[in-house]
């Protein structure tokens, strides 16, 4: 953490603008959306309003049902705090976020699939007594983890007061009875009328867990007298019985006492059964607790309103009620934040009435389970912690019964919140805090428009029917309301505008390394970070300004170390960057910065090193690397590559011996093999989904790169499955399992050469781990002739690895030697001499490593040592060996005499840049075996330098050397070293002209075999 505090992760909208010489900017993070933090329930609000606006409803159903298993019922009844805290309600009003959540679960219902259950992967079972909104919730979260849950109420229909204490006209119980089955339809049993008395015994039956989500069942009297006269009547019981039509009618006047949701839901159910309704409420109409939209709608249905009036007497005579009431004024705010109504002395009036209906409010019924030994709070609620566990071990508590009276949202949130205390409890694993994606947007001057509005059915059928009275809003205009919504905050997991984002990623940081954050930038700004590095940032606020550094996540490419390859142009799935000419013949790769997302795939496919990307930069990525070697002393010695995007909550950070990435496909060869020569016992890439890609097309590169190691690892008897790529945890699982027994490489940090090129880099990697192999197979060579491949059994899946074929160099070899009759044994486990590791201040991998290969000739008993490369034979014939060695064109020569075919062609031959001498003289007399064959040596260079220091410079001394067997007259160039012909493909790939063709010398002599003729 800075000096500064932790100032990235805590930048929010109004406390701090980040400020460029391009403008203004708000900066906001992931989970900080004003409407998600107004939803008890966490719904990603956002997210889903913005998939109605793109028409792709079904899409915002599944968002909404991630964190609310009942879309369709607070589509109604949800006292929406959303649109309390919605962007727009400064500019002109909010989002009628209801209503577009009614909107698109009616879509879903009129397209309804059946549900899937879930498998049960956990032992325990759950036991959880009440099927009102909390615990319903809570066994859907459950259910989804893999726990058995069971559902115990004590009514006959599921759903408490979603069934039967919210009127049809507000909640068609189709709708309620359509979201339980669609919960019930996860593999949750409901057991209906099945009062648990004591929720001990649940427990000594073998449920691990009990979970009591009851509610608030039992209704709170005033206390006055005559409350207990014919004809008053608690509103509980009063919306239960006319649900059960116990009461069909309700003539005269009733009198509601109360002011939240079930005074107003009492009220207009009396009006409908024929009554003429007064409500008496204690304070102002601006206090009650009611949804402000009830209360209109009671307005307009013609329920007449009595403020400020405190029951104080209910009488009865002739068959009448009279409510005596003390008028009252506003005193001090009392627990709830609202003004206490004070009595005026002396100061009543009285109201007759057919019947009076109690609503004052409600409260748990815990009488029965006084033998559990739960401790009560002094509201007389069941006292919890912060994960929802009561004082008796296994008992936990949720909803109403925890909180007292509340709104179906609320309770949501609490069955969320006791579903993850119970996960903690069982299986120890703990949610995270989370801090969530920034994302930088520009200050707009804000643009007026009107709020829409819902149907309603005509007033004269609303004040006499039960059937619902809202209808809804059609789909026009659901979508014209859902694009009202200003996009605060940060992109949300709707990928609505994934591919045609006007926001690119980027890294911000406090120079000096202290903290870094990802955050999503307008594409102006991480363009001008792009093009202008060094460009001066500040996060001002009024109290200090900070010094930023910006690093944007768009593709550079450096022309002076671009060959033109073309390989990054392959790796693109967005078609963002091309190999470009000139006039003159020059070509380079260009990025094409409107259509780059910031993958990195052409960072992982560029085998120079040409293409930066800032702190997915190659040299912002190493040294990271480094530091997760060294800290994977503490996780066994395996280092990770992540995917930022495989964890819902995108960040940088990460542990001490992972390196995140923004895809996986920006993993490289030379990055997954340096971790290994580093020192590093095994690498996991950790990957997402198939269907989970943040990028297009899909996971299909990350995979693709770890195969190419593989087939590097095996080619060097290295176990291939020290590197892995791992999509879910049974596969890490498996991956640990099968590393444990393996040893960890030899640190070597601080000794590798650092070098741009990304092949350079690969190739040094495998040099290191030669010399450490997991399989040493012995060679018995049994007279025959010991045969080296030299670098081409590790070079050739190497360059393979980058797109770079060496054409079919092994294979020719092998039929010129079967050809020519001669018996030989493949020197497994023999590459290259080992040098470069004693020039890199490898002493002791050096010692060992070529201690071996003089032990594995000599020990062999081969007749003589042949070497398939000229630098190899030039350095293995100066070692002491039991044996001879030779070249395999010496060998060959002295086989192959009139096995050519008769070709009038025209070759010019290059010897190899690494200087062959008589490894390139029988090159030469090979050729001459060619009837007809006229040879020119020419003289030049390649431009291969090993690969490590590979330039646009070395692609200019190709089109030197090609321009000279073109004006030697040949049609093709051959080379002495297939190493020089690697190159010359590499760099003239894609764009050469030439009419020369260029091979190396075992493949053009293979293609000329037959005979004369």
């Known amino acids: 953490m800075s000096k500064h505090g932790n100032v990235l992760r805590n930048m929010a909208k109004g406390e701090r603008m980040l400020v460029s010489p391009s403008g203004k900017y708000l900066i906001y993070t992931e989970g900080q959306t004003s409407c998600s933090l107004g939803c008890p329930a966490g719904v990603d609000i956002k997210a889903y309003v913005n998939l109605i606006a793109d028409r792709r409803y079904e899409e915002a159903v599944q968002i909404i049902r991630m964190a609310n298993p009942f879309p369709g019922i607070c589509g109604r009844v949800c006292t929406h705090p959303c649109e309390a805290e919605c962007g727009r309600k400064d500019i002109d009003q909010p989002v009628s976020i209801k209503s577009l959540k009614r909107f698109a679960s009616d879509y879903e219902l009129s397209r309804k699939k059946p549900g899937i259950a879930q498998p049960v992967i956990h032992k325990q079972k759950i036991a959880i007594v009440g099927s009102g909104p909390a615990g ?13 849950v069971t559902v115990f109420d004590s009514a006959q229909t599921a759903g408490g007061l979603l069934s039967w204490g919210i009127p049809d006209f507000r909640l068609p119980k189709n709708i309620v009875r359509t979201e339980i089955r669609d919960i019930q339809s996860l593999g949750i049993e409901i057991k209906q009328g099945k009062r648990i008395e004591n929720p001990i015994e649940l427990l000594e039956k073998g449920y691990s867990v009990v979970i009591l989500a009851m509610g608030c069942q039992s209704s709170i009297l005033p206390g006055i007298p005559g409350e207990d006269f014919k004809n008053v009547i608690d509103c509980l019981d009063f919306l239960k019985n006319v649900l059960e039509g116990a009461v069909a009618k309700l003539p005269g006047k009733t009198i509601v006492i109360g ?29 009650m607790p009611a949804d402000p939209e009830e209360i209109t709608h009671a307005e307009e249905e013609g329920i007449s309103f009595n403020f400020l009036a405190m029951p104080a007497e209910i009488s009865f005579d002739n068959g009448k009620l009279t409510v005596k009431f003390q008028r009252a004024k506003l005193g001090e705010p009392d627990a709830s934040g609202r003004s206490s109504p004070v009595p005026i002395p002396d100061d009543y009036f009285s109201l007759d009435a057919e019947q009076v209906i109690l609503a004052i409010g409600s409260k748990p019924e815990l009488a029965s389970f006084e033998k559990s030994g739960i401790k009560l709070t002094k509201r007389g609620t069941v006292e919890t912690n912060e994960d929802g566990m009561t004082s008796v071990k296994g008992l936990f508590a949720a909803g109403d019964i925890t909180t007292g009276p509340s709104t179906i949202v609320n309770a949501i949130g609490s069955g969320h ?20 994606e920034m994302v930088v947007v520009e200050a707009p001057e804000p643009e007026t428009s009107q709020r829409g509005g819902t149907c309603f059915i005509p007033m004269e059928k609303r004040q006499s029917t039960f059937g619902e009275v809202e209808m809804g809003i059609e789909e026009r205009a659901a979508i014209t309301e859902a694009s009202r919504c200003r996009r605060c905050g940060s992109c949300g997991v709707c990928s609505v505008c994934l ?15 202290v903290e870094a954050e990802l955050a999503k930038v307008p594409f102006e700004l991480a363009k001008e970070a792009h093009e202008k590095p060094e460009g001066k940032w500040n996060l001002e606020s009024e109290e200090k300004k900070i010094p930023l550094k910006i690093e944007s996540l768009l593709a550079k490419v450096d022309k002076t170390l671009c060959i033109a390859c073309g390989k990054c ?3 693109c799935s967005y078609k963002a960057i091309r190999t470009i000419f000139d006039i003159e013949g020059n070509s380079n790769a260009q990025v094409e910065l409107t259509a780059c997302r910031g993958c990195g795939a052409c960072l992982a496919a560029c085998p120079t090193g040409a293409i930066s990307m800032g702190f997915m930069g190659d040299a912002s990525i190493l040294p990271r690397v480094h530091d997760a070697v060294k800290n994977s002393i503490n996780n066994d010695h395996i280092i990770t ?14 542990e001490p011996w992972e390196v995140k990435l923004q895809c996986t496909r920006r993993t490289s060869p030379a990055l997954l093999l340096e971790a290994l020569a580093l020192g590093a016992k095994a690498v996991a890439v950790r990957g997402c989904a198939d269907d989970e890609c943040h990028y297009l097309p899909g996971t299909w590169m990350g995979p693709d790169v770890v195969k190419s190691c593989q087939s590097i690892l095996e080619a060097i008897d290295i176990e291939p499955g020290r590197i892995s790529y791992l999509d879910d ?26 070098i741009k090129s990304n092949l350079g880099r690969c190739l040094n990697a495998v040099q290191i781990l030669m010399a450490q192999p997991d399989r040493v197979v012995e060679i018995k060579s049994k007279g025959k002739i010991l045969l080296g491949y030299g670098c081409l059994a590790m070079s050739e899946p190497t360059f393979e690895a980058y797109g770079i074929h060496e054409s079919e160099v092994l294979n020719s070899i092998k039929i010129l030697l079967e050809k020519a009759e001669i018996d030989y044994e493949i020197a ?23 201690k071996s290969v003089v032990k594995k000739v000599n020990e062999s008993n081969t007749n003589i040592f042949v070497l398939a490369t000229p630098k190899i034979f030039n350095t293995f014939e100066k070692m002491e060996l039991a044996c001879p060695v030779e070249s395999l064109p010496k060998i060959l020569k002295d086989k192959l005499s009139g096995e050519f075919m008769k070709t009038s062609d025209v070759i010019a031959y290059h010897p190899a840049c690494a200087g062959a001498g008589k490894f390139d003289d029988n090159c030469l007399k090979l050729l001459d075996l060619i009837p007809g064959l006229k040879v020119q040596k020419i003289h030049g260079n390649c431009g291969d330098t090993g690969w490590r220091d590979v330039s646009n410079e070395s692609k200019q001394e190709a089109k030197i050397l090609l321009k000279s067997a073109e004006e030697a007259g040949a049609s093709t160039l051959v080379t002495g070293s297939t190493r020089c012909a690697a190159h010359l493909h590499a760099v003239t790939g894609g764009w050469c002209t030439s009419p020369v063709k260029v091979v190396d010398i075992f493949t053009y002599l293979a293609s000329m075999l037959g005979g004369e003729e």
């Open 641 to 654: 590559f992540s995917c930022i995007w495989n964890d819902s909550d995108p960040s940088i950070e990460s």
């Open 729 to 754: 945890d049974d596969t890490f699982g498996e991956f640990i399992k099968n590393v444990q027994v393996l040893e960890k490489f030899q640190s070597t940090a601080g000794k590798i050469p650092d």
């Open 417 to 436: 919140c006791v579903a993850a205390g119970v996960i903690k409890s069982l299986l120890g694993e703990q949610s995270e805090k989370k801090h969530g």
């Open 828 to 850: 497994s486990g023999i590459h290259i001499s080992g040098t470069s590791l004693k020039e890199w201040g490898m002493d002791s991998l050096y010692e060992s490593y070529s």
């Open 259 to 287: 002011g939240g949701n079930a005074a107003l839901d009492s009220a207009r159910t009396a009006l409908r059964l024929g009554s003429n309704v007064t409500i008496a409420y204690r304070r102002t109409k601006e206090q």
């Open 499 to 513: 591919a045609v984002c006007d926001y690119r990623n980027a890294v911000i940081s406090i120079p000096g390394g």
């Open 569 to 571: 142009e392959e790796s």
């Open 136 to 148: 319903l919730t809570a066994a859907s979260d459950l259910a989804l983890t893999g726990f058995h």
